[in-house]
Structures are given as structure tokens and as C-alpha cells.
């Protein structure tokens, strides 16, 4: 069964419609890619699984529906968003950043922080100061371990590499393939369709709304219009 | 469309951005140190100004507290409280009525904290809540209309003529190298900025304390982290009643008289606390309390035209406009950036 | 002529018709009474012109009201001034103080507009106090002409009726249409041309001056007196609530609202377990109920009933397609 399916879901800000009906399904352990254009429906489809737009359809997880979950309850499931501008607390401090993270967890969370510090050294140098003073690329990294904080088994990110400069951007796709490694589950919105088809197994490409296109990431990376439209050659 | 949501689109329009406030900015705490070194001088030069400084802290304290309770709400929820001085004034006539019962003045004290704070989720789960989305001028109505009830109330129950309550710190006077202080004032001093502590405390250290910071800066975010934002609003609301009761229970601790316009002053100079400290700097407005209940002892003491008692809400008005006017974020709050 | 100008015009006239009449039905204190009315009326309507119309809150009002109230009294008591020939008067003085407060209100923004008006609110009854000796302080000043009710109520409607055909008109025109546009989308006014600073302010001076009206026929209504604690706070809480009551944005609903705040304290008075001073109780829990239930007021409620009427009368069967909302 897979961990995360939509089925036919309709999603809407106000009067407009911004999903026509889509499905997917990702399976437990793997990390889906959903490119498409601006204004495709690709951030609103991780928002309709958290429940952070009006929706309708069919959308499950490991299971169980998440039609009536509110936003809150969702991070207790199991499901970790970072939303486009990250969700972080640029008014708290990183630490306080990444003790939000683990919200929802009891026990103990000295030893993950002790992880996510030796992994990122200048986290724990910096722990004091304020989120909001990082760089773009470093509130991304923050980002992450928050997530990690949260001990997830889905993560969604939304457009990670918006804003990023190139190096940067490989740096962020190795931490995720890495808490992929982890056993986390990822779904990954972009743009850069590029690097997300290297980074994914299989992908889905959304266009006004419904999915146009799905399969392996080298299937579509051959795929015509797929390479005209979002690979630029 | 009703009004309400055309005047809602304005009023989200209006609110700035949320502001990463790290405190004050140099002038400003140049400006405290400047007054600290003053009020130092001044206090070894003559008691008087000595004791009239002390007796400032100790109203400024009471300002501090309801003035915190306005800012607490005003951050997490965006909503000012115009009835917070009346729902401190409930609070005091409900420890008057415990007393009454037979309570000693510290149970009854205690135990209208832990009134004071389930009527503050209540009012904000039963009243704010379906409003908070809805303009600003549908807030301001509503805080009014609560306002309104509550006056209405104690003056039903209790009667409109004054009350006497057991003072809690007696009389006595102790004399520090000729300065008097009275045990009153100290008392006020020590459990107006004792209640500030331990909530500086408890939002500081404890994680339920930062879901409450969270859900106030940020709350989409934190919902997504799963902070039951709504419940975190609430237990804010209930924390700054406690705040309003502190208020209310100091505002005249040496001659206890409870009349139901009691707070009525003590909200202005309050709104003009958290006004000059900035309406989203905590600190700023506990800062901004002492400082202004300080400034108007010292006023009527030394202020020569404007030495009249009736003038010191004048005073204090004319404080809150020209801060309001001049750098409406206050002393310690950063400047909001209009969003287009 | 369309057919909401031909029904408003008639609501109008019949309006007009019933309050002729209406005097000679009643007894002289509750002419006086109907008299107040008429005054909560215009001052709701200036505050509506304010805060329906334009979008600035202001919780000071009964300042203005204070201003006019004490223009009236001051000119009667040391210059013997016909009463009537105080209104105009008392209008353009506190139109004059409304633009002197607008400008620098007009700065201001949402709470901290609410909070500038409330300091004024309270500010002005403490200078009343502080300059008691010029003003009268505790013993007041008392007119140099007796008011007779019939007289009262004559004049406080007529005022209502002018002010309100004056508000009709203004509202319709271009004055009007920018008021609103600054009210919806400063940004977008501001980017149109519409000068926020200068309807802002005219707002400020056209709710203040209907204000001081109100406040003068205040004056001449209290028997004719007024001294320091005439003016509290309350007035200013009063107008707001009467306003909101009414239903912002909307000529037809003030008369509900200014009848709300009048006649309530008369009519708990009578109702024994409400009894005296609790009407603040009542006045409170209908204004919340207002706000959470009926946001557009009364208007709101009236626009909806007509709007159902007409949609039902236009087809018998019963079921309206198009509800125009």
C-alpha cells in the first residue's frame, strides 16, 4: 500500500480552482518529484495534504484519511511540510527553531540536536541567534533539520531550491537524499525540474491543474515535451 | 458583502509585517541609561525625590502589568483590548466577594488568579474568537460591548458605592538612609514584577511557553509543526487576565477602595505604557510602566504648571499622542513596513 | 428615476410624515426624549460618514459633541446667542476641530487610530475639569433661554432631516465614492489620485461637525445645562455602538441605531429585573450579538427583507433564482 495517495482532489482559494481533480501516490521509502509550471498546482497539492486549502477528493495516508485532519493534527501523524518561505521563526532563535521542530514528539530530543549539530557545526556555534538573520541558503539547511527534528516519515518540500544558488542547491538535494536514506519518504515540488529528476525516482508533472504527465524520472527526463517545456532542450 | 469584510480587507492590509524585534536600539537604551543615572542623583540629592521615585516604580508597576496583559493579546491575537481594565476590575470585585466569604486576603488572592485565568480563555474561546478574523473595527466593537457588560454587571451585583478590602501589606514604613519606603509600595514592587518574571520565564524556558511565542509570531508555521495555535491564543488570553488581576488587586493596596471606574484611569495610563514601549515588545511595556508611573509622580511634584492631579491623565494622553504620531512602534519596537 | 431611489424616497416621506406626527401623540419628557433621538441621530450619521464610509475608527467622538455642547452653552450664557443661531456656529467650530484632529489622525491606522480617538475621548472632559473656573466646572453653565420640548424635538429633527439629506448627497457624488475608495484600498486610492490626507480629513471634520450638533441640541435637551461630567467617555462608547448597531456603510439603518442608544436606558428602566444601570449589561450583550451575528447591522437586516420581498413578489411561486446576495 502506498504510504501517500490523492485521489481525484479538488482544491480551491475561493472561487478558483486550483486543482482539477488529481491523483498520485507515492510509495513508502521512495522521493516523488512534482514539476510543472508557475501556477501548475504543485504547491497547492502538498497544501491539500495538509489540509492548508480547501480541498475535496481522496487523500490518504498510510491508509488513513486525512479529509478531516486540520492543519494541526498533521505533524502528529507523521507528515512534515516545509512550505514555500520555509515555515520557519525568523523572530526565534535556532535553536528555539529546531525545538519547535520536535513539537510533537515526547521523550527526549538531546540527541538529535546533538546530530544535527555535528552535521551542521555553525548551527551549533550559532544557536543563539535569531533565524531570521541567516542566509537564504542556511535557513534552508535550517529548514531540513527541523523537519529531521520532527522525525517524520513523509516529508514535503516545497520548491527548496527557490532562491538558491547553485552549489547551494546540491547541497540541500544531498541532505535530503540522505534523510531519504533515513527512511523518510519525500515529495519534492520544483520548479528545477532538472535537478529534481535527478534527485527522484518517479515524478509527476502537473499542468493548470491536473496531471499531465507520470513515470520514472528517466523516462521522462527522454520524454519530448517534458524535455522541451522544463529541460530546455 | 458586508461591511465588515471590506473593512476586513483593509484592516489585514494594514497590519505590517511581522517585525523581528531584538529590543531596543542604541538611542534608546542611551536614553534609559541616562534616566537610571538621573533618578540615582536625583535620589541622593533630596529623600524626597527618593521616595517619589519609589512610590513611581510601585504605581509604575501596576501600569507595567496591565500594560504587559494589552501587549500579551495585542501579539498573539492583534486585538486590543478595551475592556482589559474592566475585566481587572471584575477580578478585584471577585477577591473582594471571596474575602467576604471568609477567605484570608492571599487565598482569595490566589484564587482569583486561577479565576481570572479560566475567565480569560473563556472570554476569548466564547467572544474573540469568532471575531478575530473580521476587521478591526468589529474588534474594537465587541471589546467595547464587553466593556459595557462588565460595568453593567459589577454594579448589579455589587452596587455602584465604594468597597473596602483588607490591605494586604499593612502600614508600616521602613526608613533606608532617610528615604521612607513604605511596605506597601515594596510589596507592589515585588509581586507585580514577580508575576512579569515568572511568565518571562515560563515563555522563555518552557516548551509549551515557546508554542506560545510561535503561535503568536507566526501561527501558520506553527501549526504546521502541530501547535494547537487556537489553544495557545486562549491560554494567552487567560495569562493576561491573570496579568489584569495582578493590576487590579495592587491598584490601591494601602487603602483598599473598590469602585467599579477603579481601572478606568489605570487602562489609560496602561494604553500609554504599552503605546511608548512599543505594542509588541513585552519588555518594552513593563520598561515604559515603571518609567511612566516614575515620570508622573515626579510631574506632580516638581512639574510646576503642569503640577494639578487632574492633569496627569491629560499628561499621560498627551504622552500616547505624541509616541503615537512621532514613532508609533514605540520605544522598542522596530518600525512596521506597510504591506501593498 | 430608478426604483431603489423611488422606494427610498418614499421610506423618506413616510418617515417624514410620522415624525410630524408623532410629537403630538406623546408627552412633553418623552418629546425630549424623542428629541434625543433625533440628535443620537446625527451624530451616528457623522460618525457612519467616518467610520462606514471611510474606514477610520474613532472611539472620540463624544469629544466633539463635548465641543459643540460647550460652544452653545458659552454663547448663550455670555452672549445671550439665539439657540438655533448656536448650531451653525457650533458646527463650524468643531468642523474646524475634526480637521485639526483628522490631520495628523490621518496618519494613523487601525488600533493605533482607535486608541489616539479614545485618548481624545478622555482628554477633553479632563480639560473641561482643569479650566472649570471659565467653564463652570462642577456647577455647570446653564443657558439664558428656556427650551420647550415641542420646540426641541422640532429642531433636532429638522437638523436630522437637513443633515441627512446633505449626508445623501454628498455620499452619492464624488466625495463620496473617494471617501469609499479609501476606505477599501488605500493603496489603490492613493494610486488613483483620491489625496488619503484630504478625504481622511474632511471625514474627520464633517463627523466632527455633525458631532458638535448633536452636542449642542445635547445641551439645550439636559435642561438646558451642562457642566464637567456632562460629556463622559460613555457618549463616545454610545455613538460607536449606536453606529455599529445601525450598520456601517448605510444611511437607512441610523435611525435603528440612534432610537437603540436612546431609548434603552428608558425602557430598562421599566423592566424591572433589569432595572437602572443595567442597561450598560444589555446595551453590551445586543451590540456583540450584532457584530457576531448581523455584521451589517441593522441596515444589513432591512436590505435583506426587502431584497427577499421584492425577489418573492417578482415570482409568485415562491423560489427566487437570483437573489441579488
Redesign the interface.
Known sequence: MPLLELEDVVASYGPVKALHGISLSVEEGAIVAVLGANGAGKTTTLRAVTNTVRRTGEIRFDGRSLAREPAESIAALGIAHVPEGRGLFPELTIVENLKLGAYVRRGSIKSDLDRVYAYFPWMGRRRQELAGSLSGGEQQMLALARAFMQKPRLLLLDEPSLGLAPIIVSEIFTIVRELNQEGMTVVVVEQNAHIALQLAATAYVLEVGTVALHGPSEELQQHESVRRSYLGY | ???????G???I???GTRRISTGASAPVLGLLVAACIFLTVGSLWSSQFAQLTVSGVAQGSVFASLALALVLI?RAT?V?N?AQGEMAMLTTYIAYQLTLWGLSYWAAFFATLGIAFVGGVTVQQV?IR??QQ?S???I???S??????????V??IWG?DPKFMPAPFGASVYRVGGVAVSLTDLGTIGVAIGTVLVLWLFFQFTKLGLAMRASALRPAAARLVGVRVNLMLALGWGFATVLGAVAGLLTEPSQFVLTPTMM?PIL?YA?AAA?LGG?ESPMGSVVAGIALGIFLNLLGQYGGYLQ?S??R??VA?AV??VV??VK?SGLFGRAAVRK? | MTKRLARGLAICAAAAVLLSLLPFTLSGLNRVTAAQVGLYFIAILGLNIL??YT?Q?S?GHGAFMAIGGYTTAIMSRDHHTDLIATLPLAFAITFVCGVIVGL?AS??????L???T???A??VP??A??YSSYLGARNGIHLSENVGDMWLYGVAWGCAAILFVASWLLLRGRTGRAFRAV?????AAASSGVSLVLYKTLAFGISAAFAGVAGSLFVMSNLGYVNSDTFS?SFS?NI??GA?VA????LWGVAAGAAFIALLPNISDNISFI?T????????????VV??LL??GVA?LAHRAVTALAARRARPGGISATEA?
Do not use: C, N
Request: proline share 4%.
Open positions: 458583502m458586508s461591511v465588515y469584510e471590506l473593512l480587507r483593509l484592516a492590509r494594514d497590519v495585542y492583534e486590543i478595551f467572544l469568532p471575531v473580521k478591526i473595527i468589529a474594537v466593537i465587541v467595547i460591548g464587553l466593556l459595557s457588560i462588565i460595568d453593567g454587571v454594579i448589579w455602584g478606568q489609560i494604553f503605546v505594542l494639578d487632574a492633569l491623565l491629560p494622553f500616547l499622542l503615537l504620531l508609533p501593498v | 467610520t462606514g474606514g475608527i472611539i495628523p496618519r494613523l491606522h487601525g488600533v493605533y482607535a486608541l489616539a479614545l485618548a481624545l478622555i482628554s479632563q480639560i475639569i482643569k476606505r477599501d484600498s488605500e493603496v467617555i462608547l460607536l455602538i455599529a450598520g456601517l456603510g448605510s432595572g444601570g443595567h442597561d450598560s449589561v444589555v446595551v453590551g450583550i445586543v451590540v456583540i457584530v457576531l455584521p451589517t444589513g446576495r
